[in-house]
């Protein structure tokens, strides 16, 4: 098992940036491929962000955060970041990690287990 828990969210200008951590106990990820997601009021949860395992040099992006978003992990500290530059309001939502469970799509919010109690980000206008 493992436990993740999300942090540094809050409430940013349009234009902003933030950088949420996701850091994990109970055991290492650092092989573990790693998500991001976020869930808006009303909306189901998608895929934002993902990076594999041990040096997380292979990424992956939602087209919406391409090029103003970027994954990171630092494996000493056993945690994961996602920095998040040009905020816009349509990025508002609850962020959350999760570990890879090795099979399917990154994309795939069924893809991944041991979720983050969430992290709340508004950005307004």
């Known amino acids: 098992q493992v436990q993740l828990v999300e942090s540094g969210g809050g409430l940013v200008q349009a234009g902003g940036s933030l950088r949420l951590s996701c850091a994990a106990s109970?055991?290492?990820?650092?092989?573990?491929?790693m998500g991001w997601f976020r869930q808006a009021a009303g909306k189901e949860r998608e895929f934002v962000a993902a990076s594999n395992g041990w040096s997380g040099a292979i990424t992956s992006y939602a087209d919406s955060v391409k090029g103003r978003f970027t994954i990171s992990r630092d494996n000493a500290k056993n945690t994961v970041y996602l920095q998040m530059n040009s905020l816009k309001p349509e990025d508002t939502a609850v962020y959350y990690c999760a570990v890879y469970g090795g099979e399917g799509s990154w994309h795939d919010v069924s893809s991944f287990r041991f979720w983050g109690q969430g992290t709340q980000v508004t950005v307004s206008a």
């Open positions: 109970g055991r290492t990820i650092r092989s573990d491929a």
